[in-house]
């Protein structure tokens, strides 16, 4: 029963070849003109939401330039485009434990078992299943590598990853075809509020790490709120404010060790 | 008698046992959800446990696991079991391979009447394991002996030292049995919690593994210059992140972590180029079955000039015999008729190579003088004790060379050693196996947590943790161990009163006693500072 690789991984295996070893840019058919992109990737999210849990990620849309995301007045989105853009800038290095994204993979097992305890309390399901998520549509805002994603997918979890900068989508997407259980895992290129716009809605909304990062706070969870349904969860997390947390990861980690360089001071 | 009573209060305790085999979520989560359990919505859990899985909405290939356990003795057995018995592991696929034709076997042994020369003393800490992955309960039904006394001195005849449960509270020491025994209940149990075992124990060889290396990896860099093809299956994809493990039967597997626990001469270390230090001891180790008149309810070790001989009860009127020595005497020994055996045996015990140790001042000043140090442990007022006769040998002897041995790594990327795979050590204090088990209970344990996670269970990181906890307890052991096998190989007046001071030091220092014994039980994981 072979199945071939889905056109649409087979773009971003190829978009992220070319990536990373430069050279001549070979003429990508998945770089439309932006003027398209929004209906065409419209339609295909579309379809995802409405039919059952994709097999495969959609078509990763191209990279949004920075007038895109930021821009003034009524944005389409909340996001700080200088933050994005450093993100997007050591993308590769994600599932490197012990590069610049240590502390992450230090802190996932933690915040993965409160995620566990949490969902398992309020949707009242068994602690001790081996897939406990089993059913619950779970989106995880601002994913980054999938480094959260993948193993909420072993949960049991259906889970859509969305995240703002393409390179990280396309960086989660190959890591997570390599696992059966995570190759369910759908990935795009957008925004909460997008979704919302959408009409989107998930049993659990996760936002990890990703509201220090987003220039208006409050429409941002309000987004997130918006996509929770009635009696859904929203869990969201940042560095706590106590000295002890500014000590370690804000002097320490950025200015000290330079670990995580493109914090902003604000 | 007091096993008989032992087994009566287990079987009653059989229920609290299997509630207490859930493994409870790390103690990291912030919220205790078993509250929640008995109110858990069922229909919210579908097919959990069903162990025909359907992973993404595709049905996993027959040959694709999550654990393959190379090795199907003793302590990769304990694995299997331990992750079957777990709520959280036992939807793992795991697969046993071992061409061992016993692993096909389904029942009880029945007790031939003689006991087998190979055994093991079970520490408490190892009962409690079994007791929790429901293995006990089989061994009691087949040949096992407990003993709550210990007796240690040396041919000197300068001191002894006199162990009892009771000084630290305790019903039994340790408890004796064949390694066959132990294996076929953890085969038993394996049978009662798997459905589909026939499924699970591959009767082959390992002939070789392929670990997956990073360029096949659909990790961040492909290093082809070329795109995949438009051919490239996505099985293929998925197993080029698997470590391939080529059977001598022509299968192939792939696993996402394979456990390496086929003995000291392990070939999945080989494979995998873990390095190890060691060295081999300038003895050999002599192990049969002697009978006695009565049965023998104490173990007893006295340490001789070329190795310790130990007088290890086995049940009903049988002991096992460990006796270390140089090579050319070991064979010597093996070679010799079966009555000069038992003669140079009970000579090794009672009265060769030296006098029996004898009460005198030192005796009486130490008992008195340490006796205000907190309660004096019921073992302190106990004589000397002369060992039972043997009065013949009823099994084969056995001889094997020892050597201490220890991994410097116990993982790798999708690869964990336990057992003799990652060290062995000298068995002048029965902790070899023991410290396997331990491995075994704690590898599970990290399995079962990062399975409620979700983690990949062959992650390095998960694995490292494992490493972490049983390294510096097994290197510990072993360099205690390694300590009193040097002690008590040098013949030398002032190191053989050295050795005198410590044996009474043990049997009158009353706290001094009990950490002793703690440590040995496996009831703490250090000498000292416990």
């Known amino acids: ?266 | 008698m007091r096993a008989s009573a032992v087994s009566a209060m287990l079987s009653r305790r059989r229920c609290f046992a299997a509630a207490a085999n859930r493994i409870r979520p790390l103690a990291r989560a912030f919220c205790d959800a078993p509250a929640s359990r008995a109110d858990a919505a069922p229909g919210g859990v579908p097919g959990s446990q069903d162990r025909s899985q359907e992973v993404g909405g595709v049905k996993a290939a027959p040959d694709v696991l999550d654990v393959a356990v190379v090795g199907g003795g003793m302590v990769g057995l304990a694995v299997a079991c331990a992750l079957s018995n777990m709520p959280l592991t036992k939807n793992l696929r795991v697969a046993i391979i071992d061409s061992n034709p016993a692993l096909k076997s389904r029942n009880y042994l029945t007790k031939s009447s003689i006991p087998d020369s190979r055994v093991s003393t079970v520490t408490p800490a190892t009962i409690s394991f079994f007791k929790d992955i429901g293995v006990w309960e089989h061994v009691q039904q087949q040949r096992h002996a407990f003993f709550g006394k210990m007796q240690v001195w040396d041919y000197t005849g300068l001191g002894y030292t006199r162990y009892n449960a009771r000084d630290v509270g305790k019903e039994y020491l340790g408890c004796v049995v064949e390694n066959k025994v132990l294996c076929n209940s953890l085969l038993l149990r394996l049978q009662e919690e798997l459905d589909d075992i026939e499924n699970v124990i591959y009767p082959t060889r390992l002939v070789s593994l392929t670990f997956p290396s990073k360029s096949k990896q659909a990790g961040m860099k492909p290093t082809s210059s070329e795109p995949l093809s438009a051919g490239h299956s996505t099985e293929e994809l998925h197993r080029s992140n698997l470590v391939k493990l080529d059977l001598s039967d022509g299968r192939s597997l792939y696993s996402k972590l394979v456990i390496g626990a086929d003995g000291s001469k392990s070939n999945v270390r080989q494979i995998a180029g873990i390095k190890t230090t060691g060295w081999n001891y300038p003895q050999s180790a002599i192990i049969c079955t002697v009978e006695h008149v009565m049965e023998n309810d104490c173990a007893w070790q006295r340490f001789l000039p070329s190795g310790p001989i130990a007088l290890l009860p086995i049940g009903d009127n049988f002991s096992n015999i460990v006796w270390t020595m140089s090579p050319e005497e070991s064979l010597r020994h093996k070679s010799m008729s079966p009555e000069e055996f038992v003669m140079s045996v009970n000579r090794a015990l009672d009265f060769g190579y030296g006098p029996h140790p004898r009460p005198n001042a030192l005796d009486h000043f130490m008992e008195k003088f340490f006796s205000g140090t907190g309660n004096t442990a019921a073992s302190t007022k106990e004589s000397f004790e002369v060992p039972p006769k043997a009065t013949g040998v009823v099994s084969e002897r056995m001889a094997f060379p020892l050597s201490l041995m220890h991994s410097h790594d116990y993982v790798s990327k999708r690869l964990a050693l336990v057992g003799d795979a990652a060290h062995t050590v000298h068995p002048l204090a029965g902790q070899g196996v023991n410290l396997g088990f331990g491995d075994a209970a704690a590898l599970a344990k990290v399995i079962a947590e990062g399975v409620s996670v979700g983690s990949d269970v062959g992650d390095l990181t998960l694995l490292q943790r494992y490493e972490k906890d049983r390294k510096a307890a097994n290197v510990a052991m072993t360099a205690v161990l390694d300590g009193f096998q040097k002690i008590y190989a040098v013949d030398f007046g002032p190191l053989n009163v050295a050795r005198a001071a410590a044996f009474h030091g043990a049997q009158y220092i009353s706290p001094l006693k009990r950490n002793i014994i703690s440590y040995a039980m496996g009831d703490t994981k250090w000498p000292i500072f416990s």
């Open chain 1, 1 to 266: 029963m072979l199945r071939r690789v889905p056109p649409s991984l087979r773009r971003a295996l190829l978009s992220s070849a070319s990536t990373h070893y430069g050279g001549a840019q070979i003429p990508n058919p998945s770089h439309y003109p932006s003027q398209t992109i929004l209906p065409q990737w419209r339609r295909h999210a579309s379809v995802a939401s409405s039919s059952a849990p994709p097999q495969s990620p959609p078509p990763p849309s191209p990279p949004r330039g920075p007038s895109r995301s930021g821009g003034g007045g009524r944005t389409v989105s909340s996001l700080n485009p200088a933050e994005v853009a450093k993100f997007a800038a050591i993308a590769e290095t994600w599932w490197d434990a012990n590069g610049p994204f240590k502390p992450l993979h230090l802190m996932n097992p933690t915040r993965l078992s409160f995620i566990r305890s949490t969902l398992c309390r309020h949707f009242r399901r068994d602690p001790y299943s081996s897939k406990p998520l089993e059913g619950l549509k779970v989106v995880d805002v601002g994913c980054g590598g999938g480094i959260l994603s993948e193993p909420l997918a072993r949960m049991g979890a259906t889970v859509t990853a969305i995240d703002a900068a393409d390179k990280n989508i396309k960086i989660a997407s190959i890591h997570a075809a390599s696992d059966p259980t995570t190759a369910s895992i759908e990935y795009c290129c957008t925004t909460a509020e997008a979704l919302v716009k959408e009409k989107r809605l998930f049993d659990a909304v996760i936002s990890l790490e990703v509201i220090e990062h987003v220039a208006n706070p409050l429409e941002f969870c309000e987004s997130l709120s918006a996509l929770t349904i009635p009696n859904g969860a929203t869990l969201v997390s940042t560095i706590n404010r106590s000295m002890r947390a500014y000590t370690t990861a804000i002097v320490a980690a950025e200015y000290i060790l330079r670990w995580v360089s493109l914090l902003s001071a604000s």
